[in-house]
């Protein structure tokens, strides 16, 4: 029988901003996130491609260095972990299970979940004899010498929950769990990730399977809602030079030039200044962001003395026809 | 960790015997090399120590009774024999002729006094009593009975000789120091050298002695080149080697680029996951190694020259494959060694 984690199983996320380069662009998919939950917890982190859930299980796994801030899981602080020290920590506070399984194909099922403890050193047999115990937990008895590619894949996940746990870790990250399964199978995998919390585990899900959330104690949107919202138009009167948002905001309003013109540019990494577009009086930009609840992909200043007038989604798409002129400026490549 | 490292061997087992079979013919072909090498030291040293002689006398301006161009009256023998430091002494005459045998083929030709000192052991027949016959070396392909000839002239041979050949694997044949020299010099009392027991005091005019290693030396000097040449043919071949070990690890490595960073984002350090690699590697170098020895054993007679491996080349091999291993991984080392464990996270 596999033993309950007992440890401080507790997690603290503040002010965390994790910034890289991608294409050439300073990317911000994460921008002063601060979360908590508890042990025993099953946190959903629910999102779209590319808003950063993975991301953050990187951090929280010790495997990418945020821009800023400190992540606390189960008392250690992560950022700044190097040597052995960042070895503990993989290897005995948490266990992660892969998006796509990530199994050894040339090991079978119990070899599989030897790997981390063969690697922390653990004799060959008190590891075969955990890694059994751990395949029996995932009700795998009966594919125990099995190789990856003889497993149905929700059969593969269980054994790399199995593998996750090898260390007996307080805390569990898994990356789209469901995401190579069929209906089916999806139906195990949810059930053992919950049990997984009731052992007193705080486990962390990284998804955009909206099935989950009825599993979940805690869920933290990644993503603002793209809800069409009801708000009342905004004036902004701007000077030459004045921003109206820059690359990485989040978006909620599109804006509409009344009068004047208004750049749209991006930041490069070296700081450099690329012009995407320039939008002139009767046209507007801006939407995308809060059509599909993503970032700002580039600035907006106004090259001259302007006049904008900001409007919630909602609004904006019972004023005007979205096949008239526009400037598409979060995606306006 | 080493269990993966096998797995991993298991799994890729088609690949990893295509690299066992290709390293094992380069390091066979390393050892054969050795083995020719080996050949020209132990062929030199046997033909002098044939002799049985503890000084040879030769020209003064000779370097060597193998390669010396310059003679000496063959009478001197009897000078010699008067030194109070002799116990006996014979005079030989060294050449080289073309020996029709089985086919022309250049040879040895030593003249020797029968029953004198020089004339070698005999491990096949009795040796040469008289005029017309000779001893030839086993080399040489032709049996006790049979005959050869040189330059026209026809000998039987009565006894055969091993293991004595020089330049090379070149075979020898002993004649009668008389029919030597009409061979070469037209009867005229000529030798190459006076072959010696016990040490000369005083050597005759004109002439200086030799001890039996200054004459190994001599009869090794033609050889350096071609001895350095298979020196480097060895070190090139040993490269070809460690490249395919290389080669082989290093797709390998790439191959398993995401085993390296789920191995990494769960804790296993990256000193487990190099020395399950390096492990590969001298796995891979020692079968090589095994499979090398024994197509070495099936090569060498298949070589025109001499082959003859010593045990510590073996020993060499097993020592070289393993350090071949080691050096071949390093690229697949560093590769896995520097593999980012972010890329356990993403789809497949």
Redesign the interface.
């Known amino acids: 029988m596999m033993p309950t984690a007992v440890l401080d199983a507790n997690l603290k996320v503040r002010d965390l901003v994790i910034e890289y380069s991608s294409g050439g662009y300073p990317v911000r998919p994460i921008d002063g996130l601060s979360l908590d939950a508890s042990a025993g917890e099953l946190v959903l982190l629910l999102g779209a491609s590319g808003c950063g859930k993975t991301t953050l299980l990187s951090v929280l796994a010790a495997i990418l260095t945020p821009t800023s801030g400190s992540v606390n899981v189960a008392g250690v602080e992560v950022v700044g972990l190097r040597g052995s020290a960042l070895t503990d920590y993989r290897r005995s506070t948490v266990g992660v299970v892969f998006q796509a399984f990530n199994l050894v194909p040339s090991l079978n099922a119990v070899e599989n979940v030897m790997v981390p403890l063969r690697g922390a050193g653990v004799g060959r047999k008190i590891a075969k004899e955990r890694a059994k115990a751990l395949l029996e937990r995932v009700d795998l008895s009966d594919r125990m010498t099995h190789r990856p590619g003889d497993m149905s894949g929700g059969q593969q996940q269980r054994v790399a929950i199995a593998r996750s746990l090898a260390h007996n870790p307080p805390v569990v990250l898994a990356d789209e769990p469901t995401a190579h399964l069929d209906y089916i199978q999806v139906e195990g995998v949810l059930k053992l990730i919950r049990e997984l919390a009731e052992d007193g585990r705080l486990i962390v899900v990284a998804t955009h399977d909206e099935r989950l959330i009825p599993l979940a104690d805690r869920v933290v949107s990644m993503t603002p809602r793209a809800e069409p919202t009801a708000r009342e138009p905004v004036r902004l009167e701007l000077e030459t030079g004045d921003v109206v948002f820059r690359q990485g905001d989040p978006g909620d309003l599109v804006f509409v030039v009344e009068e004047g013109e208004i750049e749209i540019f991006r930041t490069r990494d070296d700081r450099s200044e690329e012009t995407v577009a320039v939008v002139e009086a009767g046209n507007y930009f801006g939407e995308l962001a809060p059509m599909f609840g993503l970032q700002r992909s580039a600035s907006a200043r106004a090259r001259k003395r302007s006049l904008l007038t900001g409007y919630g989604l909602r609004d904006f798409r019972d004023r005007f026809d979205i096949s008239g002129p526009k400037v598409l400026t979060d995606a306006a490549d | 960790?080493l269990?993966?490292s096998l797995?991993?061997l298991?799994?890729?087992r088609r690949r990893f015997l295509i690299g066992v079979v290709a390293t094992g013919l380069v390091f066979a072909l390393a050892v054969v090399l050795t083995g020719i090498s080996q050949s020209f030291i132990n062929e030199v040293s046997r033909t002098a120590n044939a002799f049985e002689a503890d000084q040879w006398i030769v020209s003064e301006k000779a370097l060597g009774p193998f390669t010396a161009t310059t003679m000496l009256n063959a009478n001197l023998v009897d000078t010699v024999r008067k030194d109070p430091g002799v116990s006996g002494a014979s005079p030989v005459l060294i050449t080289r002729f073309p020996v029709q045998g089985n086919s022309l083929r250049d040879s040895g030709v030593i003249g020797v006094v029968p029953h004198g000192l020089g004339v070698p052991e005999v491990v096949d027949g009795r040796t040469i009593e008289r005029s017309g016959e000779a001893l030839a070396d086993r080399s040489m392909h032709r049996g006790v009975g049979k005959t050869f000839s040189i330059g026209g002239v026809q000998f039987v041979i009565v006894g055969r000789t091993k293991g004595v050949s020089y330049f090379a694997g070149q075979p020898t044949v002993f004649l009668t120091l008389d029919d030597a020299q009409k061979l070469t010099v037209a009867g005229q009392p000529l030798a190459s050298a006076i072959v010696v027991h016990g040490t000369v005091t005083r050597p005759p005019a004109n002439t200086h002695a030799l001890s039996n290693a200054d004459v190994i030396k001599d009869l090794k000097r033609p050889l350096k080149a071609a001895s350095g040449t298979i020196d480097i043919l060895r070190v090139l071949l040993w490269i070809v080697a460690a490249g395919i070990i290389g080669s082989i690890l290093y797709v390998q490595a790439i191959e398993r680029t995401?085993?390296f960073?789920?191995?990494?984002?769960?804790?296993?350090?990256g000193r487990?996951l190099a020395v399950g690699l390096a492990f590969q590697a001298i796995v891979l170098a020692i079968l090589a190694a095994i499979v090398a020895i024994g197509l070495s054993f099936l090569l060498a007679p298949l070589m025109p020259m001499p082959v003859e491996t010593p045990a510590s080349g073996f020993i060499l091999l097993l020592v070289v494959s393993v350090v071949i291993g080691v050096l071949a991984s390093l690229f697949g080392l560093r590769r896995a060694i520097s593999v980012?464990?972010?890329l356990?996270?993403?789809?497949?």
């Open positions: 960790m269990f993966v797995r991993d298991e799994w890729r995401r085993d960073a789920v191995f990494k984002a769960t804790g296993v350090g487990a980012d464990p972010a356990a996270f993403g789809g497949a």
